[in-house]
């Protein structure tokens, strides 16, 4: 069983940074492909970013990109989701997925990933 445990949400100002991390447990864990998701109030979860396995391929939503960045430490079973130039819309709950299917592609859907975190609330304020 894989247990995600997110970390590292709070409230920052317009521009802002926030670094969230991810502590997964699972002895195969750094062996699955890895996402960032994000649901606002009133709207329906959305992909932000995902990562491959071995962390060599990344994909990133249109609406993050350039400002956000995926990363994972397997030896520590960690993903991380550096946000910088933070806006009133990224303001959301943050949820971490893993892909148990060890797909060569960076899964993008909900409906592709098995694990979920319990979440993270990500608030900025202008």
Do not use: H
């Amino acid at each position: 069983q894989v247990q995600l445990v997110e970390s590292g949400g709070g409230t920052v100002l317009t521009g802002g940074s926030l670094r969230l991390s991810c502590a997964a447990s699972g002895r195969t864990v750094n062996t699955y492909a890895m996402g960032w998701f994000r649901q606002a109030p009133g709207k329906v979860r959305e992909f932000v970013a995902g990562v491959s396995r071995t962390g060599s391929n990344v994909n990133y939503a249109d609406f993050v990109k350039g400002r956000f960045t995926i990363s994972r430490d397997n030896a520590k079973n960690t993903l991380y989701l550096q946000m910088s130039s933070l806006k009133p819309e990224d303001t959301a709950v943050y949820y971490c997925a893993a892909d148990r299917q060890r797909r060569t592609t960076v899964p993008v859907t909900q409906d592709e990933y098995d694990y979920w975190g319990q979440g993270t609330q990500v608030t900025v304020s202008s």
